[in-house]
């Protein structure tokens, strides 16, 4: 099983919003990943998690935050955010051992800031 | 700094031929995986196919297999047989085997393939 959920599918929010996108997955993986991608365009990375333990953040705007509340579960917490923040938001994972970095991606959410 | 290039934005193919997608990367690593990754119209990103840097056997998963080349840092794709079902875009992807089991992924601009009837 190399499955990897998104909720919410579709958000649209004004730029005065709190809202937060959800990731769960359920491999055992151990790293998680927050991803940002424009349209026909490859996913940009944005933060890792490793062990539940921050470890890149690509100097991303704190409008974003996110938050690992246990080794399932990936949140991104968006607040203040810019029309140019739309974008789809792609979660991915991976079993953080040698030899198994593959990053398995959840199908994402469509972000439109109005 | 390692880079991934696709060098075809945009490519064809007639249904139930073979097409071949191309990548080339540049690093300074000896340990590394690169991957495929296919990304269909508004659908999930879903891996292809891998392959270790220090296997020299090419990579195979049904129709798709890999042209690892490792001195001339080449690894195209080659999908056989091909299906409607392969119209997506493609990304060529790069990782280090990193001390501190979290590679950050690098990815090919892309190149998208429409399979036609």
């Known amino acids: 099983d190399t499955e990897v959920t998104q909720t919410p599918k579709h958000l649209v929010m004004g730029m005065t919003n709190k809202k937060s996108l959800k990731c769960e997955q359920h491999?055992?993986?151990?790293?998680m990943y927050w991803y940002k991608q424009k349209a026909k365009k490859p996913p940009e990375l944005m933060f890792v998690?490793?062990?539940?333990?921050?470890?890149i953040n690509e100097s991303v705007p704190s409008r974003f935050s996110p938050e690992c509340p246990n080794s399932s579960l990936l949140n991104l917490h968006l607040h203040a955010l810019q029309p140019e923040d739309s974008a789809l938001y792609l979660c991915?994972?991976?079993?953080?051992?040698?030899?198994?970095?593959?990053?398995?991606f959840g199908p994402g959410t469509r972000l439109t800031v109005l | 700094a390692q880079t991934v290039t696709q060098s075809q934005p945009e490519m064809s193919v007639q249904e139930a031929e073979t097409v071949t997608l191309s990548c080339t990367y540049d690093?300074?690593?000896?340990?590394?995986?690169l991957f495929w990754y296919k990304q269909p119209p508004s659908r999930q990103m879903i891996l292809v196919i891998r392959?270790?840097?220090?296997?020299?056997q090419n990579a195979t998963e049904n129709r798709f297999s890999v042209n690892f080349q490792k001195a001339a840092k080449s690894f195209s794709l080659k999908i056989s047989d091909s299906q409607l079902g392969d119209t997506a875009m493609y990304f060529c992807?790069?990782?280090?085997?990193?001390?501190?089991?979290?590679?950050?992924?690098?990815f090919g601009q892309g190149t998208t393939l429409q399979v036609k009837p």
């Open positions: 690093t300074s690593e000896n340990n590394y995986y």
């Open positions: 991915a994972s991976s079993h953080p051992l040698a030899g198994m970095d593959t990053q398995y």
């Open positions: 392959q270790e840097a220090y296997k020299q």
């Open positions: 992807a790069f990782t280090e085997r990193p001390r501190s089991n979290t590679g950050k992924l690098i």
């Open positions: 491999m055992g993986h151990r790293a």
């Open positions: 998690y490793s062990y539940e333990k921050l470890s």
